[in-house]
């Protein structure tokens, strides 16, 4: 891989490693803001912002855990590629 690329990659990486912290903290404060706003409407206490905001946590390490699960099989695979070509040379 040219210099140039591998430059380009890593700023690509960099770019969605910052969007995942965006994701985490919106899927956060979304479930917060979400079950408040029902527990205003419908006149309860707090029930529907502490579960809404649970689901708000869940889904947000959720897709972190998913980012995570992609970019370890992407570099996997290749390390298994670059193996493969210096075995052939």
Do not use: C, H
């Not at 490693?17 to 404060?29: K, R």
């Not at 707090?46 to 947000?60: D, K, P, S």
């Amino acid at each position: 891989m040219e210099p140039e690329e591998k430059k380009k990659q890593t700023w690509i990486k960099a770019i969605a490693l910052t969007s995942l912290g965006w994701q985490l903290a919106l899927s956060i404060f979304g479930g917060a803001f979400l079950g408040y706003y029902l527990d205003r409407v419908i006149g309860t206490r707090y029930i529907f912002t502490l579960i809404f905001l649970l689901i708000g946590v869940l889904a947000g390490y959720y897709n972190l855990y998913k980012y995570i699960d992609v970019e370890m099989r992407k570099n996997i695979s290749e390390k298994n590629q670059n193996q493969d070509e210096n075995n052939k040379q």
